[in-house]
């Protein structure tokens, strides 16, 4: 059985917690890993659309006469060749990138990326986390308490104002709460730090 030191406040040790091997003991595949990623972040991608020069505001208007000015001929000042003007060939916004993973492997990346921190023991258990009053200073000892220096994902198992916002202050700790948790968020912080409330909402 996988076991865990809990730990308090001030980094003592108050007890074990058992982890299910099914969640932190499974065989870690980074293909499928990155798989999950690649698929979590292509639904934040942002399609680009540029205007041609039919949707351009401006150029009504032809700006000189056909003939006689010894200059080229122009139809409207939104020309692509004009500063201003649209766009020739742009993006048009049609395109989807969207990568697809089904349920069993996303949840099986999640188990993997969760089973990594165990091995690498970057992961933190503590008995409870909950502030009685917004101090950032009060969590950052916290996390010297702890060990966590930095570049760490807290998950907490309830949204407490109190909590959220001392540990949003700073900006090398991301919170979490646990019902949110996925794998792009695990793999990218070096450290992964949770509450027994939020050990057993995980599983």
């Known amino acids: 059985m996988l076991k865990v030191d809990i730990l308090n406040k001030e980094g003592k040790k108050v007890g074990t917690v058992d982890l299910d091997p099914n969640i932190f003991g499974v065989e870690v595949k980074n293909s499928v890993v990155h798989r999950a990623v690649v698929a979590q ?3 934040k991608e942002v399609t680009s659309k540029s205007k041609d020069r039919a949707e351009v505001r401006g ?3 032809k700006p000189w006469k056909q003939k006689g000015t010894g200059r080229a001929r122009v139809g409207s000042i939104r020309s692509p060749l004009w500063k201003g003007g649209g766009k020739t060939f742009g993006p048009v916004a049609t395109k989807n990138d969207v990568k697809r993973i089904n349920k069993k492997e996303k949840r099986k990346a999640l188990h993997m990326a969760l089973s990594d921190k165990y091995n690498s023991k970057k992961l933190v258990v503590l008995d409870e986390l909950k502030m009685e009053a917004i101090k950032t200073k009060e969590f950052v000892k916290i996390l010297r308490n702890i060990k966590v220096e ?5 998950m907490l198992n309830e949204n407490d104002e109190k909590t959220m916002k001392s540990i949003r202050n700073v900006s090398s700790v991301k919170p979490l709460l646990s019902n949110l948790l996925n794998v792009y968020d695990v793999v990218k912080y070096d450290t992964l730090v949770v509450d027994k ?6 599983k």
């Open 41 to 43: 972040l292509s639904k």
């Open 59 to 61: 150029g009504g208007i």
């Open 150 to 154: 930095k570049n760490a994902l807290v």
């Open 197 to 202: 409330k939020s050990l057993a909402m995980i």
